[in-house]
């Protein structure tokens, strides 16, 4: 299996550093907040789940719990070993190494696809938009978690380690899709300040990563998301 797909967009967070990541997956909302924010609009009981983007299948046993079938989809070669092995003893799980923009699913396959953190960062995503609305069958929906950028100390950071990141244009990119959108109230806890130190630095410049690091004192921090969704 080729390192990574091609078309695939590099990931460098969880790319170069994935057992740092499987931190941040852990840290990322204690809540549940997001599951329930999207099982409120449109239930995956019983149901087929893609998750796109599934990188080494850290929400794959929590959806195959709930879901009928449920299907990872990622770009890198190491992550989906590591999406593999992780969801061997579960029947009801598969993973694909694919792209979003050319899923390797039939025409109408998916009650519910879910991409948290992974390519649908607004505009150019036009051709994975295109295989949503190939894959997901009527009656269906399509959720996209995504950082609001625009929102916290977060944002602050992230739009400062990315400073060609526009938040009003990726929002009026989503409208002008047609899908419908609410804020995310999200948080990270930590057990060890190490870990939420070495979050922050796979997450932002070294420069940046040193003041968010100054400025977030104990094991918690806001993580301002936006769910995104469209009913099918």
Known sequence: MPRFMQGAIPSPNIWNTPHIYELENRAVDPDGQAEAAMAAIRPWDGATVLDIGCG??????SLSAVAARVIGVEPHGDLVELARRRC???PNVEVHAATAQALPLPDASVDV???RWAYFFGPGCEPG???????????GAAFVIDLDAGRGAFGRWFSQTVPTHSARSVEEFWSRQGWQSRPLDLRMSFERR????AVLRIEFAPAIADRAIAETPGLEL???NVLRWKLF
Request: charged share 25%.
């Open 56 to 61: 080494s299948g850290y929400h794959l046993p």
């Open 88 to 90: 061997r003893p579960l």
């Open 113 to 115: 696809a879910v991409a």
């Open 129 to 139: 938009l295109a295989e949503l609305s190939r894959v997901v069958r009527r009656g």
């Open 194 to 197: 190490a870990d939420l130190e």
């Open 222 to 224: 806001a993580y301002p």
